[in-house]
């Protein structure tokens, strides 16, 4: 049986713009990991694709200037340290090797030591037999793995050879949202000259990009809230990481950049740009003209599973797709983006229980949070929670449920599943 979603509102203002390369910033803040340290000092000079910091997860100058400073920046999900880096006039690249890989073990290990999120994704899915591409944007104004997919055919195509032969994937699929036509259209030039790939229009339902809906509505194999993709022995990428993985075996540049989506009602001119990882979010939105003074709301991702931020300096990171600014919050039933202040009672409508692909009922996880229920918790399972947001988004009380499901997950132990 096939798990649906929600249908939101298209705004995709960006789908049919041309991918921008931003025009080197004046200075970046490269996020390093968790627990990882920096392997540079302030004064040190650096190339674009120098190594700047020493941990298991590799990061990478995205410009090539002077280390001005390790800063600790504060973000709402927690701080972290970054590197400083001002841009020099010349901007020179490291000298790279070409990776080598010759199987799974190694494949994974190059993939990860490129800095690019999906070396994690390879390492937990480590026996995979199948790959899913994930083209599936359903969030309202997310366009960037659209355009990925009309700009980057050939190394998708590339991609997916490498991790059939390297991974020993057995059988790969793209999956596309049926309403975008012209991106059906360059993946099936793709899935012909793939090896053992085939295309897959799905409906364009969110959340469509989860593992829950992905894995069951592609492959037919029965996965449940609390598993993930990688359980099932099922892969997921991107469109952007695949073309990646390519890219990287080809040219030996690690992970420096990322595409990404500017938009909102505060932005004059929305479009998609290829920006250094550590850009300030303010030098993203100056370039798509977007007026910050009568903002309201700055999200970074996905209105539905992207963070509220209050910082425009904050920087761009690795797994950062968009930067969403808007002026006046959007009225319930228009997405997640409401004030609290305008919240009124539960009408016991039932809609976020209908909406929910998990089949959670988050009105009545909500009484037993506010009233500390562990054992009524225990029974409704909270964290099975995939943090879609259709709930929230649904709510004609203008309810944050999503924000109560988290809380109520962390009261409950916090087991939910992943998200690719």
């Keep these: 049986m096939k798990i649906r979603g929600i249908f939101l509102e298209r705004e995709k203002n960006t789908d049919r713009s041309l991918t921008i390369a931003l025009p080197t910033p004046e200075r970046v803040a490269v996020p390093l990991p968790v627990g990882c340290k920096a392997a540079v000092k302030a004064g040190q000079w650096v190339l674009r694709g120098n190594s700047i910091c020493d941990g298991e997860t590799p990061v990478y100058a995205s410009v090539s200037g002077k280390v001005e400073e390790i800063r600790m920046i504060a973000d709402p999900d927690g701080s972290y340290e970054a590197v400083v880096i001002k841009a020099d006039e010349n901007q020179k690249d490291a000298a790279v090797k070409l990776p080598r890989a010759e199987d799974r073990e190694s494949f994974i290990a190059a993939v990860k030591a490129s800095g690019s999120p999906a070396g994690n994704k390879l390492e937990k899915a480590k026996d995979a037999d199948i790959l899913i591409i994930n083209g599936i944007e359903s969030e309202q104004y997310l366009t960037a793995e659209n355009r990925c997919m009309l700009d980057d055919g050939e190394l998708i195509t590339a991609g997916i050879a490498l991790n059939e032969k390297l991974m020993g994937i057995e059988k790969a699929y793209i999956a596309v949202a049926s309403d975008c036509k012209e991106a059906l259209a360059a993946m099936e030039k793709v899935a012909v000259k ?8 799905l409906r364009g339902d969110h959340p469509g ?9 592609v492959t037919g194999r029965d996965i449940k809230p609390a598993e993930t993709a990688a359980d099932k022995n099922v892969l ?25 989506t500017v938009d909102g009602d505060l932005v004059k001119t929305p479009c998609i740009m290829k920006a250094p990882i550590g850009t300030p979010l303010s030098d993203l939105l100056a370039f798509a003209d977007a007026n910050t003074k ?3 709301k700055l999200i970074i991702g996905g209105m539905m599973t992207g963070r509220s931020v209050t910082d425009t300096e904050l920087p761009l990171g690795a797994e950062d797709s968009a930067v969403l600014i808007f002026m006046k919050p959007i009225d319930a039933g228009k997405g997640s983006l409401k004030v609290s202040n305008k919240a009124t009672n539960c009408i016991k409508c039932g809609r976020c229980a209908q909406a929910c692909p998990v089949k959670l009922m988050p009105m009545r996880i909500e009484k037993a949070l506010k009233k500390r229920n562990k054992a009524a918790l225990e029974r409704l399972r909270p964290d099975l929670c995939i943090g879609c947001g259709s709930c929230t988004y649904v709510c004609p009380a203008k309810r944050e449920l999503n924000e109560v499901m988290r809380q109520a997950a962390e009261v409950f132990g916090g087991k939910g599943g992943e998200q690719s």
């Excluded at 793939?194 to 229009?201: D, E, S």
């Excluded at 990009?209 to 509505?217: A, E, T, Y």
């Excluded at 695949?242 to 990322?258: D, L, Q």
């Design 209 to 217: 990009g989860s593992d829950l809906m992905l894995v069951n509505n």
């Design 194 to 201: 793939a090896p053992n790939t085939t295309l897959v229009k």
């Design 294 to 296: 009568p903002a309201e």
């Design 236 to 260: 997921i990428l991107l469109p952007s990481e695949v073309a990646f993985i390519a890219s990287y075996f080809e040219t030996g540049m690690p992970f420096v950049e990322r595409r990404v």
